[in-house]
């Protein structure tokens, strides 16, 4: 069990999930704590600083949450390390989530 930060910034959600592994074990709990929070929104940012590992059930998990959005919808991600940032080029879905260096910058965007 990890917990995970909500905000509203700027009538934006701004998701903070405090875990450092976004796998198999965790990606479940993730999917069902974002989910209800994107679904319907036009945009959701989700900040993975604390996580340093993502397989592909936490890339699925991401992708469930995006199709939560409404139509059009963007997830956008804000401190991605090296390894997530792998698992999304290798898979190519740097293009489908857009990256930021911070929540400001995403907010702008």
Request: charged share 25%; glycine share 10%.
């Amino acid at each position: 069990m990890f917990e995970v930060t909500l905000e509203e910034v700027r009538g934006v959600t701004v998701a903070r999930p405090r875990l450092a592994r976004l796998d198999a074990h965790a990606a479940g709990e993730f999917r069902a704590r974002l989910v209800p929070v994107a679904t319907g929104k036009r945009e959701l940012v989700v900040a993975l600083d604390e996580v340093a590992f993502m397989d592909s059930t936490g890339l699925g998990a991401l992708v469930s949450v995006l199709k939560a959005l409404a139509p059009g919808g963007q997830v956008k991600l804000v401190g991605v390390g090296s390894a997530v940032a792998s698992i999304l080029r290798v898979t190519r879905l740097e293009q489908v989530f857009a990256r930021f260096g911070s929540v400001d910058e995403a907010l702008a965007s």
